[in-house]
């Protein structure tokens, strides 16, 4: 998805925000990833505001315009999410014990977003080159170019809040620093660069069963292999695809921004050759004889652009890929629908609707690969879902047609 700040639907002019500062009413572009309106009420804040004070705001539904020393402002929004945490995480997963699995994670999305709503109510003003005036801040001019583009010098002042901007910043240290990737092959050459708003491929397990998994052969008529991947984001599958030795790959994605992601990496990975990036929605024209798809594991509704990676409202991605997935395939190929079952154990779908919907689609199952989770969160027994999160497999399903015969 473009992830500029949300256009009106009346004007379609970028939403602003404003405030009262020296008798003087000021305006300023309002930038917001999760797409939140500009609070209504804004006050002016510094490093005499009390953690307190900040809180009680917040809660209010006042944002505070920062007018101190940046670091006071990175401890003060560390002061508000501790009064925001007070509740401790075994009273929350004490209460996810005694109501069900599905209700847990509900009032756990619940509280995850009232979390990120009051820590967002801590704003910064940026000047139109994206730089700032806050005594010890740091220069934001290269990671606010990365998530925002080009600066306009002639847009004015923008605002955005403080938790926001720091997530940026770090998005451009992932890009620039990169993250190892074993299904890649050894280091110094296995590094994916993710770009702000594109999901890091952090969860290695998936990585390595796609690295593993038998590939299916091509067509008699055709003597290398053609794959899709379906959904690429930073590129990762396809690079793994690609260093396999598959001769051509075609990796699709609907997000300009995970396009141009994907390519940056391909072509550092020194696999461009073999990868054509595509921005549409999940399937190129044509068929293949491997078609590849990670969608969005838990069908819900993300609360911002970044969490679609994640959340997929009505589990609408899979879906799409199962009904194209037949079309596309090849004489005897495979589709792999990599899937974690986690929404299973969470009451968000039923592993007999998963292969209901393989049968409905002219799918069967010619294996399925398991691999557990070994992220933190896996073990973490005092995680609010971890009654969930313990029994939680990842899986690679390898699919075919059901005309077809097995390999």
Same mark, same amino acid.
């Given at each position: ?17 404003q ?6 009413t ?7 990833e ?11 804040a ?7 004070d ?10 505070l ?22 509740? $401790? *995480?075994r009273k929350? =997963?004490?209460? /996810?014990?005694? +109501? ?9 999305? %619940? #509280? ?9 109510m801590?704003?910064?003003e940026?000047q139109a ?20 583009g080009?600066?306009?010098?002639a ?5 955005t ?16 620093v ?11 050459n296995?590094?994916i660069?993710?770009h ?9 397990e ?12 091509? $067509? *008699?008529?055709?003597? =290398?292999?053609? /794959?899709?991947? +379906?959904?690429?984001?930073?590129g990762?599958?396809?690079?793994? %695809? #690609? ?6 790959i ?22 461009a ?12 024209q ?8 990670n ?9 911002s652009?970044l ?25 005897k ?11 299973e ?21 010619v ?34 047609a ?6």
């Amino acid at each position: 998805m473009p992830h500029h700040p949300t256009l009106t639907d009346d004007a379609r002019v970028p939403p602003c925000i404003q405030w009262l500062e020296a008798d003087q009413t000021h305006t300023a572009r309002w930038r917001s990833e999760r797409g939140n309106v500009p609070a209504k009420r804004v006050l002016l804040a510094d490093d005499t505001t009390t953690a307190d004070d900040a809180y009680k705001s917040a809660c209010e539904g006042t944002a505070l315009l920062w007018r101190g020393d940046f670091q006071n402002a990175k401890q003060l929004l560390n002061a508000i999410a501790r009064r925001i945490d007070q509740i $401790p *995480k075994r009273k929350l =997963k004490k209460l /996810a014990q005694a +109501i069900p699995m599905v209700e847990a994670f509900n009032r756990h999305r %619940l #509280a995850q977003s009232q979390r990120a709503r009051l820590l967002g109510m801590l704003l910064i003003e940026l000047q139109a080159d994206y730089s700032n005036a806050l005594r010890r801040a740091p220069d934001f001019k290269v990671p606010c170019n990365e998530a925002w583009g080009a600066a306009d010098l002639a847009a004015g002042t923008s605002v955005t809040s403080l938790r926001e901007l720091l997530g940026i910043s770090s998005a451009h240290e992932w890009r620039r620093v990169g993250v190892e990737v074993a299904a890649l092959g050894e280091a110094p050459n296995n590094r994916i660069h993710p770009h702000y708003g594109v999901f890091s491929p952090v969860r290695g397990e998936y990585l390595q069963l796609v690295a593993n998994a038998h590939l299916p052969k091509p $067509p *008699k008529a055709q003597d =290398k292999l053609v /794959a899709f991947d +379906i959904g690429t984001g930073t590129g990762v599958l396809a690079a793994v %695809l #690609a260093r396999r030795g598959i001769h051509h790959i075609v990796a699709t994605d609907n997000d300009p921004r995970a396009v141009t992601c994907a390519r940056d990496n391909l072509t550092q990975l020194g696999v461009a050759e073999q990868v054509s990036v595509l921005e549409t929605n999940l399937f190129p024209q044509g068929q293949a004889s491997l078609i590849v798809c990670n969608p969005p594991w838990l069908p819900a509704r993300p609360g911002s652009p970044l969490e679609r990676a994640v959340y997929d409202e009505g589990g609408r991605m899979l879906a799409g890929f199962l009904q194209g997935l037949r079309a596309h395939l090849a004489a005897k190929g495979e589709g792999w629908l990599i899937l974690s079952n986690l929404a299973e154990h969470l009451g968000l779908r039923t592993r007999e609707d998963l292969l209901a919907a393989f049968v409905l689609n002219g799918l069967r199952v010619v294996s399925r690969i398991d691999a557990k989770p070994v992220h933190p969160k896996a073990s973490d027994t005092d995680d609010a879902l971890h009654q969930a999160r313990a029994k939680e497999v990842t899986s690679l399903w390898r699919l075919a047609a059901m005309t077809e015969h097995t390999n």
